[in-house]
């Protein structure tokens, strides 16, 4: 015997808003994206790759891998990309969230520099991806517009040096072309238990 109506199991109690992002002004400030500048200039860079392999006309740009356990050097950028990816969560999506299971990426991308579409989820070894973040690094390039896909539309996300967007990993995405100069962004995504 069910001891309430079963519709009430089907409804939480607010809205969850599933296709939305959340764009945090100046996440990091000019000192801070110095002090980045700095603290990741001897970690050694290399060339982007998708999954299967590289691919330059599906992505072409430079990463560094900066290293979530060395917290005297780093740890003050997951704290800070934590605080707004929680804050972010909690106001939109209530994912059910563990933490950050990949390391942070910063990524150049030179001129022509791409990444077409993808989601940051459904690959072997990222299925565990939950919520992405994206903060623009510097402002002296053209293109490199960071763009959502949504049925037959899509959208491009204005961001100004030191912005962040935060955002579902199933979200489909892309980084346009540069067409001048040097784009710079430090990329992250949290990790959740499986959907279910």
Same mark, same amino acid.
């Given at each position: 015997?069910? /001891?309430?109506?079963?519709?009430?199991?089907?409804?939480?109690?607010?809205? $969850?808003?599933?296709?939305?992002?959340?764009?945090?002004?100046?996440?990091?400030? /000019? /000192?801070?994206?110095?002090?980045?500048? +700095?603290?990741?200039?001897?970690? &050694?860079?290399?060339?982007?790759?998708? *999954?299967?392999?590289?691919?330059?006309?599906?992505?072409?740009?430079?990463?560094?891998?900066? &290293?979530?356990?060395?917290? /005297? @050097? =780093?740890?003050?950028? =997951?704290?800070?990309?934590?605080?707004? $990816?929680?804050?972010?969560?909690?106001?939109?999506?209530?994912?059910?969230?563990? !933490?950050?299971?990949?390391?942070? +990426?910063?990524?150049? =991308?030179?001129?022509? !520099?791409?990444?077409?579409?993808?989601?940051?989820?459904? #690959?072997? #070894?990222?299925?565990?991806?939950?919520?992405?973040? @994206? %903060?623009? *690094?510097?402002?002296?390039?053209? !293109?490199?517009? *960071?763009?959502?896909?949504?049925?037959?539309?899509?959208?491009?996300?204005?961001?100004?040096? #030191?912005?962040?967007?935060?955002? &579902?990993?199933?979200?489909?995405?892309? $980084?346009?072309? %540069? @067409?001048?100069?040097?784009?710079?962004?430090? $990329?992250?995504?949290?990790?959740?238990? &499986?959907?279910?």
């Amino acid at each position: 015997m069910v /001891d309430r109506a079963l519709e009430s199991y089907l409804v939480t109690d607010r809205e $969850v808003k599933f296709e939305n992002w959340y764009i945090v002004k100046n996440l990091f400030s /000019d /000192d801070e994206i110095e002090q980045l500048f +700095q603290d990741i200039e001897v970690l &050694p860079k290399k060339k982007a790759n998708i *999954l299967s392999g590289e691919d330059n006309d599906y992505r072409e740009s430079m990463i560094k891998w900066i &290293p979530k356990f060395n917290s /005297d @050097t =780093y740890g003050w950028i =997951y704290e800070k990309v934590w605080k707004w $990816v929680d804050i972010a969560n909690k106001e939109l999506w209530d994912f059910d969230l563990v !933490g950050m299971r990949n390391d942070a +990426q910063y990524t150049e =991308y030179n001129q022509e !520099g791409h990444y077409d579409w993808h989601m940051d989820i459904l #690959g072997k #070894g990222i299925n565990h991806r939950k919520i992405s973040i @994206t %903060v623009q *690094l510097n402002k002296n390039f053209k !293109g490199g517009e *960071l763009e959502f896909k949504f049925g037959k539309g899509s959208e491009k996300i204005a961001l100004e040096k #030191g912005d962040g967007v935060i955002f &579902p990993s199933f979200y489909l995405h892309k $980084v346009n072309p %540069v @067409t001048y100069g040097k784009r710079k962004s430090l $990329v992250q995504w949290i990790s959740g238990k &499986p959907y279910k």
